[in-house]
């Protein structure tokens, strides 16, 4: 295990994109273990290349990005990922639990063949969650907020290092949305593991952040959430002015970009 606060993800100068189309270019920055990170940005600025990249399933054109100290490798053990569409179907009548000792032994599931460690795992990656009481029932029955609470257990079964949660909290109502912030927080802080979460919507998450990563206009912006999200800041991203406003309660609005996705 890394000491506190080492660098786990490592970017110099990478440029990110296909073939026939660069999507970011020259982002450097580092996030360190143990901290809850936003990825925000517009719709198609680049934010689930950056999770590509890390998950080793797709090379930067150019640059270095580095995970654990090594170049990205698909498969690794040491990443738990929630997709923003998760492969099982919520309509399968696949059990909770067998989902969740699905992402620690890897095995096929329909023949219930649990040995008694697959089982403790799963229950206890259920526990860690506050869902031990749906393990036995199908997801075809679950809410969207218990949904996603089942597969970020599946996510964090094999005690990863890292969690990689792409939009979680879409379809979420605001009170299943704090909801799961808290669980990830608690999870961050309890289990000193890092969390990058893709979102729409900055504000909910402004409680629990310790570093912002703001894709837009073919670039990133790296910080504390005091330092990036700034008029100063968002307009040298976006090259066009940008107002920052903030209300009593500290929530933000971003304000003169044109794309209605922009402030999300």
Do not use: C
Request: hydrophobic residues 40%; glycine residues 8%; negative net charge.
């Amino acid at each position: 295990m890394s000491t506190l606060h080492s660098k786990i993800i490592t970017a110099e100068h990478v440029v990110a994109g296909y073939q026939d189309k660069t999507v970011w270019s020259d982002a450097s920055f580092d996030i360190d273990r143990g901290e809850f990170v936003a990825i925000i940005g517009p719709n198609g600025a680049g934010k689930t290349t950056l999770f590509r990249l890390l998950l080793g399933l797709q090379q930067p054109i150019s640059g270095t990005i580095e995970i654990f100290n090594a170049l990205p490798k698909r498969g690794n053990p040491q990443i738990g990922y929630v997709p923003q569409r998760h492969t099982i179907d919520s309509e399968t009548n696949i059990e909770s639990l067998e989902l969740v000792r699905l992402g620690f032994s890897g095995k096929q599931w329909g023949f219930n063949l649990f040995s008694q460690k697959d089982r403790k795992v799963a229950f206890d990656a259920l526990e860690a969650v506050g869902a031990k009481d749906l393990a036995h029932h199908p997801l075809s029955v679950l809410s969207g907020g218990e949904l996603q609470r089942i597969f970020l257990a599946e996510a964090l079964v094999s005690n990863p290092d890292i969690l990689l949660l792409d939009e979680p909290l879409s379809n979420l109502d605001m009170r299943r949305e704090k909801e799961l912030l808290q669980l990830v927080n608690n999870v961050v802080r309890s289990r000193n593991v890092t969390a990058l979460l893709i979102a729409h919507n900055i504000n909910p998450l402004l409680p629990f952040l310790d570093k912002v990563v703001y894709i837009a206009n073919g670039k990133l912006a790296t910080g504390k959430p005091k330092e990036v999200l700034t008029s100063e800041s968002l307009t040298a991203l976006y090259g066009v002015p940008i107002e920052v406003l903030k209300d009593s309660k500290g929530n933000i609005a971003i304000i003169g970009i044109e794309d209605s996705h922009g402030h999300e």
